[in-house]
């Protein structure tokens, strides 16, 4: 479970730079390249990924720990 989690963070962080590369080139093309504007993108985009990222670790970590329980019920019920 963990090699999932670990590859979909990684990927889910590889968007997360392209859509910061994104704002950035926004930024150059308005001429606010550097500016308060961008800044404040950046921050709100970070904020929002983070969020995000977060959100998506848990749900993985939940369906990890509600697979896990099911397959012990399952052992325990077999086993009597």
Do not use: C, P, W
């Not at 392209?18 to 093309?29: E, P």
């Not at 001429?31 to 985009?45: D, H, I, S, W």
């Not at 959100?55 to 369906?63: N, Y």
């Amino acid at each position: 479970q963990q090699e999932v989690i670990d590859t979909t963070l990684s990927e889910f962080d590889r968007q997360q730079s392209i859509g910061r590369q994104g704002i950035g080139q926004q930024a150059i093309q308005s001429g606010a390249f550097g500016g308060g504007r961008e800044g404040v993108q950046l921050a709100e985009y970070d904020a929002n990924s983070l969020m995000k990222r977060a959100q998506a670790q848990a749900g993985m970590s939940q369906s990890g720990y509600q697979n896990a329980q099911q397959h012990y019920h399952n052992y325990k019920h077999n086993k009597v």
